[in-house]
């Protein structure tokens, strides 16, 4: 096996975008985004696994709902929260 040098962290992003496409996923990519973008897809992704009856209505996250989530987890990962 042969080993890969990258010199730009780009590039890294730009062979594991291509591998995953190879081996079948979507090829619609985020690329190079910002932390709101990333929280943006999340809550995208989280409405559309979710939207159906009672669950979420059909209505999207909203900003204040996806703080929310967001603090839930930093409470989780918080040293403070296993005492």
Known sequence: MSDIVFNE????????IKALIEHGWES???RYPSEED?????????FNNNKQGTR???QPLTAGEMAQI???I???????ARL
Request: aromatic share 6%; proline share 3%; no cysteine.
């Open 70 to 72: 967001l603090d839930q």
């Open 56 to 58: 979420l209505n059909d």
């Open 28 to 30: 619609d990519v985020i």
């Open 9 to 16: 962290e780009k590039d890294f992003e730009e062979a594991v």
């Open 38 to 46: 990333l929280i943006q897809n999340w809550a995208d992704i989280l």
């Open 74 to 80: 930093r409470n989780l990962q918080s040293p403070m």
